[in-house]
């Protein structure tokens, strides 16, 4: 008698199959996977398939028998069947995602049960976690302690779970190199840890996800973000281009500051689901960066530190959802579970910066303890209902607006008619002489990171 009792549910050897091979010529690669009837009656699995069907890159065989699908197949109590599943990978096919997913979906007295398949596409370096400790993200620790590694643009980067550089050890990532994480993934440089992106203008170092089609070429949240903790030396990011994910860079103090800084210069971070930037009781020293449309804040910077940004552009026109948080927030305290409240010294610096988005307020100060902390706008552009007729804003703009080309595509270099044009202090200017796109700004400095061009306006207008 076959059972059509609903709660039986089929039991796996495992709920994923991974290929975890890394391919270097075209090849094809077995794996099993045993199926478990474990009730004491025969049931009958109405279907057995491969979702991906004809276009899928897998092929499987069940019980000697190849098929993309089977059906009405009786298994007796306590009794199982394997599958033997296939995959064809050529890592030169350019056209192939890093990830290559399906599933193999079974039918049972009405319930659907799916396993998971995983692969590795293309050519690539593949960072796969192999460790789970509880509270943790599984990860692979890259940097063992007191260890250097490199990572280059021969081939780019996969990771998938969490890379690690431990204490004591050293992360350089060269100029052009590319860097996929996949679903929930990402970079944690460990306390005592160290990173140096040395990208450049004409090869920036990318971070982004793992999908490669075009409809995912501007989806926020699918990685998760770039972690660096307190270390005996700078951390430093030149060039780089972060894009969607849940938050750029993380930096925080774990336990207490080693005396370094996060020195951030000529990058853009950009469509975050959580925040660009969220710092917790850190140094951070930048310039020449733009921070755009994060549905939370563009940049948070909690429980105090030490801060310093120049010619730098925050501009949130954030359009997927609703956004209620300012781009800015800035906090000098910390609340624990208990309720107990402390606060950390904090002092803020935004020079020849614009602060703009499409919220009537874009900027939070919440500070407790007015004697540890001090924030200064110098030659700032703001978006701000708050009160800036005292010393903490030296000749800012306020609630001026058509700062940009184009901020609904992303584009945030300044428009013909942008009020930022020549507005920024040429002593703060002589210090960074060079926008973010190689131009001069010596002579009349503009607000945030980009000088005005005027060629690239004709070049716009003939297009």
Known sequence: MISIDQNIKLEFSSD????????TTIGSVTKQLKIFNPADQKIKISSIKLNGGELSRYRINIDGVPALEVHDIELNAHDSLHIFIKVMIDPNDENLPFVVADQIQFLTNGNTQNVELVAWGQNANYIIADQIITGLPPFKIIAEENTNTTWDANKPYLVYGYAVVDSGASLLIKEGTQIHFHNNSGLWIYKGGNIKVDGTKENPVVFQGDRLDSDYQDIPGQWDRIWINEGSIDNEINYAIIKNGFIGIQAETLEEKMGNSLILTNTEITNMTGSGILSRNYNINGFNNVISNSENYL????????IDFNHCTFANYWSRSARQLPSVYINNYHQDKSGSVSTKELHVNFGNSIIDGGNNEELEIDLLDDDISSFLFDHTALRTLLDTDNSFYLNCLINESNFFKYPTKNNFELGLL????????????????????????????????????????ILQKNK
Do not use: C, H, K, Q
């Not at 940049?299 to 030490?306: H, P, V, W």
């Open 418 to 457: 942008s009020p930022a044009i020549n507005r920024g202090s040429i002593d703060i200017g002589i210090m960074f002489p060079i926008d973010l796109s190689g131009n001069s700004r010596i002579e009349s400095p503009d607000l945030g990171a980009y000088e005005f061009a005027p060629e690239n306006t």
């Open 299 to 306: 940049l948070a910077l909690t429980m105090g530190g030490i």
């Open 16 to 23: 994923s199959i991974a290929f975890d091979t890394v391919f």
